[in-house]
């Protein structure tokens, strides 16, 4: 049996929902609502001492690193391959997820979370929120929730992070209009990760990832929205970013 | 055909040159200045255009990112993978991988700049030096630098990237209890990763990785530094003019 913990079908969590989907492997959905610091909770941290979300559990094998989960699925399970057989085409796929991950990824969540998570946990009792805060494993983390709820974001931490995004747009970009899909020819396990951070910037980002200034990610993303199993993922989603899927995927007439 | 873009045999650099030394594989070694800004030569931009190194061409294709290229090396080379086969093996191959990168390698860049660069690059001339830096074309590299060659780094950066230090080396004393290499019973390219960028910490650090504080580290460090092909590269050190060198390399996450 294979469980995954996961939130919403997007970032972090996407990277495993869309890989499992897309090599069709059945697992079983256990919703953990970071919102509601459910990652924290005791009965998680004995799963996942990190408190990271997504965590994957098969037979035994706990996997908490999001984007090397799909490695794992595609070489485990049978299906349709998710990694090319020609080397350089998958250091092209992990290139790519690498750069998400480490360049583009941490400046588009921080603004995320300047503008979505910050405001929603706000709301919350601030004694409640205290503790939460002190219950957070790792100190990287305890710091973006701090600062995401006394909303310490600095203009000029918000500002690097617009043009790290920004400069990431047009490096994807040039990348992507060279060949149809993340690794070069065939859909892999780059384009779900890479995806599931860029799933929304035509909506988000309306002024940089557009029909004129960015073709070639306009139509990755159709040839992306065009498929079942990602369409699929996205209801898993309960709060209304998954929704924003919906309002992207009409945007681009798929 | 393997040309390798490296500059001394440290940190990313080692990574990919001792990578190479022990699957037995010949390249042509392209050495790159890093304290004369060689990474910022257009013909070297063309190749990286992030300006780092290492950077490995082979047959014409340009890979980058070390702990990439040491996966790359294991699946064009399957004869001499040193990686596991099988799915958890390979997964454990790639967490360690991000986490020697994420945790390591910006935190060891940090304190060994402040502690042995940032005086060595006080003599210099410093408008010279300003003028180099300002011609950076890559902005965040550019900003790098200029906290590198001004005030050199925060107390707070040098204390987070401590503590970073710190916990890696547990992880790695508390792995290297259960079984002799990182992954298990057999030498890879999680160890040879770790090494690079973990192998000047007695010399850095004396006070977290000596033989009292992390034994098992210091016995592993001295079997992999006894490995004929980790002596072959070591010994092309010194170009640069100094033993242990450190540049303002990987950044540290600025999210999470
Ligand atoms: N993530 C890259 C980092 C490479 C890196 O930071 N290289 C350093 C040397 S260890 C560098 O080229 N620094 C040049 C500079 O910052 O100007 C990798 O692992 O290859
Ligand atoms: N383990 C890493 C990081 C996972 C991570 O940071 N996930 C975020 C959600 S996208 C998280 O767990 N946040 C929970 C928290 O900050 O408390 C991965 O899987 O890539």
Redesign the interface.
Known sequence: MLELYHWEPNANSGKPIMALKEKGVEFVSRYTDMLNFDQHKPEYLKINAAGTIPTVVHDGVVLTESSQMGEYVDATFAGPPLRPDNPVERWRMRWWTKFFDTFFGPSLSMIGWNIFVGPMVRQKDPEELRQAIERIPLKERREAWSTAIYNRFTVEQLAESRRRVEYGIRVFEDGIKARPYVAGPTFSLGDINVFCMAYALPVMQPENVNEEKTPGIMAWLRRLYARPAILESFKLGRTPMAQRAIEVANKLAV | MLDLYHWEPNANSAKVMIGLAEKGLEFRSQYVDLLQFEQYLPGFLALNPFGQVPVLVHNG?V???SS??L??LA??FPAQRLAPTD??G??DA??WG?YVDYNLGPSVSSIGWHQVMAPVMKNRDQNKLREAVNRIPI?ERKAAWMTATGESYPEEQLANSR?KIELAVKRIEETLRRSSWLLGADYSIVDIGAFALSCTLPRLLPDVVNAKSAPKMMDWLARINARPAVRKILAMRGKAGYQDVYAPGP?H????
């Open positions: 294709e890979i980058t990112e990439l290229i996966e790359y699946e064009a799915p958890k390979w997964y790639q967490a991000k902005w503590r950044e996450s600025r999210w999470g």
